[in-house]
Each structure stands twice: as structure tokens, then as C-alpha cells.
């Protein structure tokens, strides 16, 4: 059963993402992403660089139009960016996160409550006084919380500013 979904404003100070970006098409191939990014060394690989070690997908669109899926960690300042990877920085921004409710490790079904959330997003209400914020920047972030001392949950981070 999937827990019930919780929606909550949180402001983003700047960050530092490492990862690797990957360009969407209309045919692009998300089980190719994932074996490219464990082929390069995933998550072991830049977790000594983590901020926050939960795993963070990021869908943005670059100032040239090019849209990306970026997989990676929150990073502290780093000069070294391993092979393959991307250093990437992000500017300030507030969000409205969709999430569920915390539950054990035992209770979470990663996968159901990605299908649910994704479904959920399709009718989104934003808050009174915002609006989604579109076009170069973030389009949105999937942030996986496994075994935290909280528990577990999936969070959906829609990118938001006043309007």
C-alpha cells in the first residue's frame, strides 16, 4: 500500500551537483542511463565528494534548450570531477515537494511510489500566489531517502516562485 502523499514549501539554497547528464529525446533509453552511470563508477564514485549522500535525480533544461537527466549526489565545493561525471551548480529556488509519509525500510516500495507520484504530478495544484517556474533551470528532482534515521520515503521536488 502506498502511504499517503504530503506536500510541503521548501527553499533551496545554492548547491553543487556531480553527476552524469545524459540528453533527453523522445527515444531516450532510461535502463541505458542507469547502466552508463554504474559502468562509470555511480554513486561510490562521487560519494566522497556527497553533501547529502540520499541519491538525487535532477530533469533540467540547459541555457542552450537541450533538455537533461542528471543522476548524482549533492556536492560540497570540488575541484576533482571524475571521468565521465559533470560539476554542475544551481542557483537558489523554492519548491513544493511532494512526498509520502515516512515509513520503514521493510514498508517502502520505492517503485510504487515513484508510478503514484509521477501519476500525481500530472494534476499538481501549486499554492496560492506561485506558480511552476519553467523554462531554463529545473524542471523538477526526485530525491530517494532509503533507511534514513526517519525512514524511508521518495520525494518529488517541483521547481515554484511567486507569480
Known sequence: MIPKFVTFH?????????????????????????ERFFE?????????????????NIWYTNDTGTK?????????????????FSLVAFPEGDYLVVTYEWVSADEFQM??????????LEDLEIPKGYV????????????????TPAGSRYEFWVPIKKG
Open 132 to 147: 511552476r517556474h519553467e523554462g531554463a533551470g529545473i524542471t523538477l528532482m526526485e530525491k530517494e531517502n532509503t533507511e
Open 111 to 120: 517503485m510504487e511510489e515513484i508510478d503514484a507520484g509521477w501519476k500525481y
Open 68 to 84: 537533461i537527466f542528471f543522476q548524482g549526489l549533492m556536492v560540497k565545493e570540488s575541484t576533482h570531477v571524475p571521468t565521465g
Open 40 to 56: 562509470l563508477g555511480g554513486y561510490d564514485k562521487i560519494a566522497p565528494f556527497a553533501k547529502d549522500a540520499q541519491p538525487l
Open 10 to 34: 521548501e527553499r533551496l539554497e545554492d548547491f553543487a551537483f556531480l553527476g552524469v547528464e545524459h540528453v533527453l529525446t523522445e527515444n531516450s533509453d532510461f535502463g541505458k542511463y542507469w
